[in-house]
């Protein structure tokens, strides 16, 4: 480990990037635990002042895809790559969304884990269970629920539980690691489409350029609303579809039902009542995240129609029918 800090960690004037290989073997010995708890943090430390580069962090995504559990399914959904640290600023409109969207006839897949530094902000598989649902404890859960409902969440410890390993490590850390941008590009369900949202425009090349390198075939990137992939409710979002880009306005959305920070049970009841229509205030952002989503997974690249997809899957009661249902088999099965 002592040869990839020198070259890593030697002060602004003399620091350089890891090869891709490089990067690749220094994850492995921290994964495998053949690195010091002390070396581990020196290299984070140092990563995180000068940033990780693109081979870096291609060579980060080797170590852990080489040894993650591919969750095997006939569909092709569309994979959620969002943030792992959740959101603490604005109120989770995406669990709703997830299921307007699925029923307007589309795939969906997430991935992820709670408690990451340095937000450690709520998930929406959180969310989720304040609403009912429960995480999957197993794989087959996983890929009965994305091939019958429409949409399969996998925690990280199913797929990668190495990576899930050094949760612990990175909370004493206290701070992001470059972990923070590679686990959301692991692609665990071998699927051709992504969405993934980011904080600073510099990352949507960055996170291109990744989604390239793990197969994805659709990618869709944007800044977005604290990192995820609802887009913002008080000026315009560029989305950048399959290299296409695509503004967005909130159009028809009050900013102060969006923008404040709530409880996760508060959360769930706003989501269950978009999901029931007996919601005004927050149900057309979550209609415009869905439309988002349906855009992103293919079936149009018109945000008109998109929207009356989703108004129609909403209206006639069938996303609340597909979540009843995710929560049934999520907690016959748990």
């Not at 000026?235 to 404040?260: A, C, S, V």
Request: net charge positive; aromatic share 10%; charged share 25%.
């Amino acid at each position: 480990m002592i040869e990839y800090l020198k070259v890593v960690g030697t002060g602004k004037k003399r620091l350089k990037d890891l090869t891709q290989e490089e990067a690749y073997n220094a994850e492995k010995l921290i994964k495998d635990g053949k690195a010091t708890d002390l070396q581990i943090g020196a290299f984070w430390a140092a990563e995180r002042i000068k940033y990780a580069s693109i081979e870096e962090l291609k060579g980060f995504i080797d170590a852990h895809r080489e040894y993650m559990t591919r969750i095997k399914t006939d569909t092709k959904p569309l994979d959620i790559a969002i943030n792992y640290d959740g959101k603490n600023r604005s109120v989770h409109v995406l669990p709703a969304a997830i299921f307007i969207a699925v029923a307007s006839g589309i795939y969906l897949a997430g991935h992820g884990a709670e408690g990451i530094p340095s937000k450690y902000g709520i998930i929406y598989h959180q969310i989720l269970e304040y609403m009912g649902a429960k995480t999957p404890d197993n794989l087959n859960t996983v890929i009965r629920t994305l091939e019958e409902i429409g949409f399969g969440f996998a925690h990280q410890r199913l797929f990668a539980q190495k990576l899930f390993n050094l949760l612990p490590k990175r909370k004493e850390f206290g701070l992001r690691t470059y972990h923070n941008t590679m686990e959301r590009m692991l692609n665990p369900f071998g699927t051709d489409k992504v969405i993934t949202g980011v904080s600073h425009p510099p990352y949507i090349q960055k996170y291109t350029e990744l989604a390239k390198y793990v197969r994805f075939e659709k990618i869709t990137v944007f800044k977005a609303l604290e990192g995820g992939v609802e887009p913002f409710p008080n000026h315009e979002t560029i989305l950048h579809l399959n290299g296409k880009e695509i503004k967005i306005y909130p159009e028809g959305i009050n900013k102060e039902f969006i923008l404040r920070k709530i409880s996760p049970e508060e959360n769930a009841k706003i989501c269950l009542d978009i999901l029931k229509n007996e919601d005004q205030n927050n149900t057309p952002f979550a209609i415009l995240t869905a439309a988002i989503l349906i855009m992103a997974y293919g079936l149009t690249d018109d945000l008109e129609i998109a929207k009356q997809m989703a108004k129609e899957s909403l209206k006639f009661g069938k996303a609340y029918e597909r979540f009843k249902r995710y929560v049934e088999i999520t907690n016959e099965y748990h």
